[in-house]
């Protein structure tokens, strides 16, 4: 089952980098949606694979899982907007930038996964660390609400600036140029823009997994549906992106709905051992998780619905 799951996924990128995309170019929304529909079909698709290998409780976790990380996915979306536009790349180019920070990604869920499946494994009160870790973080993200942040304020932006040459014109596709040396004239490597948003993009998805991993861990402890159902989720964020982007302004409450799903991801362990019950029901969370994301997308739409043109200033 490993071995079918990583051949998926290799199969996807090699499609999507060597047939795809083979060059830049403006991904536009009919495409991203497109893509976003194959790659959703694809995540919900193997759940029905692992219901009939594994059983009917792990193929529900898994959705659930799926559904919990691709929520949480649209919260990095936000953040890659961020990004983009700090350095001011073009649409041609932030295909190429998501691609190598989705294979970044792969790599490191696979470590961060493997580590806390082996502290579960080992330490099975670990769990109920993640499950008030998840608590605290929706009741942070409730208190912090929509609070911008400054990426030229960031300490890694500010150090790899200080310490390393970086240019501030984008180059094309590159992320490392030879440019003269100012003092020596001597050709050197310098750092593009776009190399600075792949850092960055990856140093946001660390964070991000701080919270998503422990999130599914709750739901599941079977490492093989923790990877799967994230690494399904992350394949699919670049069309997402260029689908969502324009219309982020629509998701205005989704963080709100994001955060009270942590809380009850994490809450739901401390709930199974008063209830005495050994686990939460699968089926309920897999319910309840559709309620709350539904109610926060549902909610969103409607508060922002004066912000769609109107039929009039659209002719």
Do not use: C
């Amino acid at each position: 089952m490993w071995l079918g799951f990583l051949s998926i996924v290799g199969v996807l990128l090699a499609l999507d980098l060597g047939v795809l995309h083979r060059k830049q170019k403006e991904i536009g929304v009919g495409e991203s949606l497109a893509l976003s529909a194959g790659y959703l079909a694809l995540g919900v698709g193997f759940a029905g694979l692992v219901w009939w290998q594994l059983g009917e409780t792990a193929g529900i976790q898994y959705l659930t899982g799926f559904v919990v990380e691709k929520s949480l996915a649209l919260d990095n979306v936000f953040v890659i907007a961020l990004i983009f536009g700090f350095f001011a790349v073009p649409r041609q180019y932030q295909h190429r930038v998501l691609f190598w920070g989705i294979l970044g990604v792969i790599v490191l869920r696979a470590i961060m996964i493997g580590i806390g499946a082996t502290l579960v494994a080992e330490f099975a009160w670990v769990l109920y660390v993640f499950a008030a870790f998840l608590i605290l973080t929706g009741i942070k993200m409730l208190a912090l609400g929509d609070k911008e942040t400054d990426l030229s304020k960031n300490p890694v932006l500010k150090l790899i600036r200080r310490r390393l040459r970086v240019t501030d014109d984008l180059h094309g596709e590159r992320f490392v140029v030879k440019l003269p040396d100012p003092k020596t004239g001597r050709l050197v490597r310098y750092m593009t823009p776009l190399f600075l948003a792949l850092i960055l993009i990856e140093i946001a998805d660390v964070i991000f997994a701080v919270d998503s991993v422990p999130a599914i861990f709750a739901i599941t402890t079977d490492p093989y549906i923790v990877y799967t159902s994230n690494i399904f989720a992350i394949l699919g964020l670049r069309a997402l992106y260029f689908a969502l982007a324009a219309v982020l302004h629509r998701f205005a409450y989704l963080k709100q709905a994001l955060a009270v799903l942590l809380i009850f991801i994490g809450s739901k362990i401390f709930v199974a051992d008063l209830l005495g019950l050994e686990k939460f029901p699968a089926v309920w969370s897999l319910g309840a998780t559709f309620a709350i994301l539904a109610s926060g997308i549902a909610y969103s739409l409607w508060r922002t619905r004066d912000a769609l043109p109107s039929v009039k200033e659209e002719s």
